[in-house]
């Protein structure tokens, strides 16, 4: 693997692979920005490495779960956060496989950390009832309380992600027989649903 190329290959990674390659999302990107951000303040802090003089070969697996327990001890991260960012510094050392051969088996220690298991929360519903119940909530005489009906409304219907919602055009709505909403969802990836006629109007007069 080339020496000092950690610099060169995070730059490209951020700049050229992740938005234009991968087409990522903008949060995707910023997630796996910040990871790096604390994974190289923590090797200056911990090891005496600056940013500057980083290579690959600093990047130990004992390393990594070094870092993950400082995430989880010191900045009181959950597991899925630790998770999150175990799996960027994953996606990375595994574009770098690819690209840099002669380190694969320095990536292969660190993309064989494990993810840490984390306690199943079981899922609650509402029911039938409460759902209607909520439905009711928005006054529909004000403007304020036609969005929020509608916004309850798109998220029951499609099963919507909020920044799905926040990124909905009025383009995306389409009225018809069989009424749809476009969503343009994680990927960079689009999907049509439909929606039933009850929402339609709802949308329709919002």
């Given at each position: 693997?080339?020496?000092?190329?950690?610099?060169?290959?995070?730059?490209?990674?951020?700049?050229?692979?992740?938005?234009?390659q991968l087409?990522?999302?903008?949060?995707?990107?910023?997630?796996?920005?910040?990871?790096?951000?604390?994974?190289?303040?923590?090797?200056?802090?911990?090891?005496?490495?600056?940013?500057?003089?980083l290579?690959?070969?600093?990047?130990?697996?004992?390393?990594?779960?070094?870092?993950?327990?400082?995430?989880?001890?010191?900045?009181?991260?959950?597991?899925?956060?630790?998770?999150?960012?175990?799996?960027?510094?994953?996606?990375?050392?595994?574009?770098?496989?690819?690209?840099?051969?002669?380190?694969?088996?320095?990536?292969?220690?660190?993309?064989?950390?494990p993810?840490?298991?984390a306690?199943?929360?079981?899922?609650?519903?509402?029911?039938?009832?409460?759902?209607?119940?909520?439905?009711?909530?928005?006054?529909?005489?004000?403007?304020?309380?036609?969005?929020?009906?509608?916004?309850?409304?798109?998220?029951?219907?499609?099963?919507?992600?909020?920044?799905?919602?926040?990124?909905?055009?009025?383009?995306?709505?389409?009225?018809?027989?069989t009424?749809?909403?476009?969503?343009?969802?994680?990927?960079?990836?689009?999907?049509?649903?439909?929606?039933?006629?009850?929402?339609?109007?709802?949308?329709?007069?919002?």
């Amino acid at each position: 693997m080339k020496t000092n190329a950690f610099a060169y290959r995070l730059t490209k990674y951020f700049t050229d692979y992740l938005p234009n390659q991968l087409a990522a999302s903008t949060n995707t990107i910023q997630s796996y920005r910040d990871t790096f951000v604390q994974l190289l303040e923590f090797m200056h802090t911990a090891y005496a490495v600056p940013p500057e003089r980083l290579e690959y070969v600093d990047f130990t697996s004992e390393r990594i779960e070094a870092f993950l327990k400082y995430l989880e001890d010191e900045r009181k991260v959950g597991i899925t956060t630790r998770n999150q960012r175990l799996a960027a510094i994953h996606a990375f050392f595994r574009y770098i496989q690819y690209r840099d051969p002669a380190g694969f088996e320095q990536c292969s220690q660190v993309l064989a950390v494990p993810y840490k298991k984390a306690p199943v929360v079981p899922m609650n519903y509402m029911t039938v009832e409460e759902t209607k119940f909520l439905f009711t909530l928005p006054n529909q005489q004000t403007k304020e309380g036609l969005r929020d009906l509608a916004i309850l409304v798109v998220l029951y219907e499609t099963g919507a992600r909020v920044q799905e919602l926040l990124d909905l055009t009025p383009a995306a709505i389409r009225f018809a027989a069989t009424s749809t909403v476009q969503l343009h969802g994680k990927g960079n990836k689009t999907r049509l649903v439909p929606i039933d006629a009850v929402a339609a109007n709802i949308i329709r007069n919002y």
